[in-house]
């Protein structure tokens, strides 16, 4: 049987979900092949979204119109916007989910999207034919024209996305005992790697793991500290209701010497230190046996005990990866007063999967080797479902540019390909590094890999992203207009401060009362916002008139919109970030713009690098490997220098 489509999904993961919907929202005709349709968006970790750095990328992935800040908001148990110590670039929001509804909110939004079908089956060959003289589109050879499934269903394709997960040819691990999976209960897909690589695409092999599940009636409470949720008015999409789920505590407790003594005891069984395991696991989630080697001198280290749902028994125990034999993992834990009684689901492992190196993709996430072949998630090297479903977000939209399918979003007005700097998003902070850098470990997100985090802040995703991505055809018309109204409720405030004067005499007792220095004279309302001990609060408590423009919901034809009622907080919270910190984002965003220089400066198929002798050795093996498209991606290239890059702006210049 043979099926065709614009685009077909391989895999049914993060990635896998968003890049979908993305490519049928713009009107492409697509197809998500699927192992089991019951497991979709499978939460195979912490069932938690978001975090450091990865809230942002969850927030940007709403902005542009996808689904994963609809899914986690309708199934979150509780909600933290964690690093509020710090300033608003910092602040991340995070949110446990009921794992089973998560699958089930997921599979919802993919029925209800016009243009997707979904096949479960696996794809076992990617098809691949090589182009005619006619096509000259990249200088690939190459066009991937779909996949061949173990059924022996032909699915054909203008545009393929792989997103496979763990999947290709994955190895489970606990203890000395192997079995192949792609997770726990799930066969690996084999012999799809390879029907990849025959083409020319380098594979390599990394690693990941995940804690033991435990039964929350064998855990003795009182011997663990509670750490409840945050009940304001966050949450991660600007379009979502409030949560509608119970919100439950997490616990915290420690490992202790006992624990420890343990599970040094099997060191020798642990594949991580016997050998069996070769790859390279996630430096940043490392397994409890690692924290142990890595830091012996500790005597205890932080667990914490997330409830998976609200009908469930089953609770992850955060901190405690691992991929010991479960007789050791179950007796360390017995050591742990909180855990004395301990009863278990399935004990904790690891696993080693295929994936491919990002270097060898454009920044459309498209194969540099094979055109309309697309990757996405931990097959180019990452971990976490927010940068998957981020990558997977931008592989849809540019499969369906490619396919020259989208425009069922009437609003689409170009078919280039999508490409997010990284002055815009984290996501193309991530993607950059990906295609820029490549990996060497499984890829993190964190605030310190933005050069621009005071532009790419959690607040301010829908002003970067949602106009964009409207033009293009994913952000529908209510989600643009709901951003208009927003934007325009906060220039109010904002014009209102700018613009309203304020007397000494009027105010200067109540600044002394807030321990802030009095005036020496008059000043406009927002002069005082930059004081750390004044905010839009206490100042309308102040000035006559704020309070009333901050409590305006009227859109700008006057017409009250209860949309910005309920996100009345949300509003003046990104009113007051822009005002308080104006200076450092104007001084970032000329330091990006003097950036974006280079970025128009384009190098690729301009210089034999080769013979450009005044370039270093490793600057010329470096670029002719990564064959950058400009020069600000050559100047991030490890191993090219300044100086090189010098060098080519002088050959430019001639």
């Known amino acids: 049987m043979i099926l065709n489509y614009d685009v077909l999904v391989i895999g049914g993961g993060h990635a896998g979900c968003e890049a979908a919907c993305a490519a049928a929202n713009m009107g492409a005709k697509t197809c998500l092949v699927t192992m089991d349709m019951n ?38 148990i509780q909600f933290r916007m964690l690093n509020r110590s710090k300033g608003p670039a910092m602040w991340s929001p995070r949110a446990q989910c009921d794992r089973g509804k998560f699958i089930w909110e997921w599979r919802k939004k993919l029925d209800e999207t016009d243009n997707l079908d979904i096949w479960q089956d696996q794809a076992e060959e990617l098809l691949v034919e090589a182009q005619g003289p006619e096509c000259c589109r990249s200088t690939a050879t190459k066009s991937v024209v779909g996949v061949r499934t173990i059924w022996g269903c032909e699915l054909r394709a203008k545009a393929v996305i792989i997103t496979a997960g763990t999947f290709l040819n994955g190895l489970m691990h606990i203890g000395r005992k192997m079995v192949p999976g792609g997770r726990i209960a799930e066969p690996a897909v084999t012999h799809f790697t390879e029907s990849i690589t025959r083409h020319g695409i380098t594979t390599a092999r990394m690693k990941t793991g995940t804690p033991v599940r435990i039964d929350k009636r064998s855990v003795h409470y009182e011997d663990t500290e509670i750490q409840p949720g945050e009940n304001d008015y966050h949450r991660f999409s600007y379009m979502g209701e409030a949560r509608p789920l119970p919100q439950l505590p997490c616990w915290t407790f420690n490992t202790n010497k006992e624990c420890h003594e343990i599970l040094m005891s099997g060191i020798e069984d642990s594949p991580l230190y016997n050998g069996q395991i070769q790859s390279i696991g996630p430096r940043y989630c490392p397994s409890v046996e690692t924290k142990l080697m890595t830091f012996p001198e500790r005597e205890n280290h932080p667990l914490f005990l997330e409830p998976e749902g609200t009908d469930t028994n089953e609770m992850y125990l955060n901190g ?33 999967y295929d994936f491919f190196d990002p270097t060898q993709l454009k920044h459309s996430l498209e194969s540099k080797i094979i055109d309309g072949l697309f990757f996405a998630g931990q097959v180019n090297g990452t971990t976490g479902y927010e940068e998957a479903g981020g990558q997977g977000t931008v592989a849809g939209i540019n499969a369906a540019l490619y396919a020259g399918s989208a425009g069922g979003n009437t609003n689409a007005t170009s078919t280039a390909p999508f490409i997010l700097h990284r002055d815009e998003a984290y996501i193309g902070v991530l993607i950059d590094d990906l295609v820029t850098k490549g990996v060497d470990e499984p890829y993190r997100m964190f605030t310190s890999r933005a050069e621009y985090r005071i532009l790419l802040r959690q607040d301010d995703a829908d002003a970067r992203l949602t106009e964009k991505c409207y033009e293009i055809g994913l952000a529908r018309r209510d989600r643009y207009d709901y951003w208009m109204e927003k934007k325009e409720a906060i220039d109010r405030i904002i014009q209102f401060c700018e613009n309203t004067p304020v007397k000494m005499k009027d105010i200067n007792g109540a600044l002394e009362a807030l321990g802030t220095t009095p005036l020496r004279a008059g000043c406009k309302a927002i002069d005082l916002i930059s004081r750390p001990q004044i905010n839009l609060q206490n100042l309308s408590d102040l000035v006559p008139g704020l309070k009333s423009v901050m409590e305006d919901c009227r859109n700008a034809q006057g017409e009250e919109r209860e949309s910005l009622r309920q996100r009345k907080d949300e509003i ?49 093996q470096k670029l002719n490997r990564i064959n950058p498209e400009t020069l600000a991606q050559a100047s991030r290239i490890p191993g090219v220098s300044p100086s090189d890059i010098n060098v080519l702006l002088v050959l430019l210049g001639r």
């Open 39 to 76: 497991k979709i968006a499978q939460m195979s970790c912490n069932p938690a979204i978001g975090g450091i750095a990865k809230g942002q990328i969850v927030r940007e992935i709403d902005a542009m119109g996808g689904q994963m800040a609809l899914v986690t908001d309708a199934t979150a």
């Open 320 to 352: 405690f990866s691992s991929s010991m034999p479960m007789d050791i993992q179950i007796a360390a834990l017995k050591k742990i007063p909180a855990l004395r009684d301990l009863k278990v689901y399935r004990p904790g492992y690891a696993i080693e």
């Open 572 to 620: 003046i919270e990104a009113a007051e970030v822009k005002m308080k910190y104006k200076g450092y984002i104007e001084r970032e965003r000329m330091v990006a713009e003097k950036m974006h220089r280079l970025e128009n400066i384009k190098i690729k198929g301009r210089f034999d690098y080769d013979s450009l002798q005044s370039l270093s050795i490793e600057c010329r």
